[in-house]
């Protein structure tokens, strides 16, 4: 097992959305490190059942959480997402979809969902 603390984040390869979501996750979770998945609008990926994408994240998830031990995985949906357009509430809807769809993987993980604002500011989804 690897040194330290790890969690995982299924995040947009968007740049502005990688640190505000590390940072926020390091403090909010007390972890050393954050395990990075990405795709464009990973949110939109797992909520419309894109297979070939959604098997890809499940392997990257797997690998966090069964190698490097994490017990926490995030998925985010954020402003002015380029991969998956849309406003606010199709993007926090986005979120609790692929957050069933993580959680049908069966994985002894704890999911959050996240929506990173305009100001890059992070909020947890309910
Ligand atoms: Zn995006």
């Not at 097992?1 to 390091?26: S, Y």
């Not at 990926?45 to 031990?69: F, N, P, Y």
């Amino acid at each position: 097992m690897a040194h330290g603390k790890f969690a995982t984040v299924i995040n947009c390869m968007d740049g502005r959305t990688q640190l505000p979501v590390e940072t926020w996750m390091m403090r909010t979770f007390g972890v050393d490190y954050v395990d990075t998945v990405t795709e464009p609008g990973p949110n939109g990926i797992l909520a419309k059942g894109d297979q070939r994408h959604t098997e890809i994240i499940k392997e990257m998830v797997e690998i966090s959480v069964k190698k490097h031990g994490s017990h926490c995985v995030v998925i985010v949906g954020h402003y002015d997402c380029a991969g998956n357009p849309g406003p606010k509430e199709m993007q926090v809807d986005h979120v609790k979809k692929a957050m069933e769809v993580v959680r049908s993987w069966g994985l002894d993980v704890h999911l959050h969902g996240v929506y990173v604002d305009e100001f890059w500011m992070v909020h947890p989804i309910e």
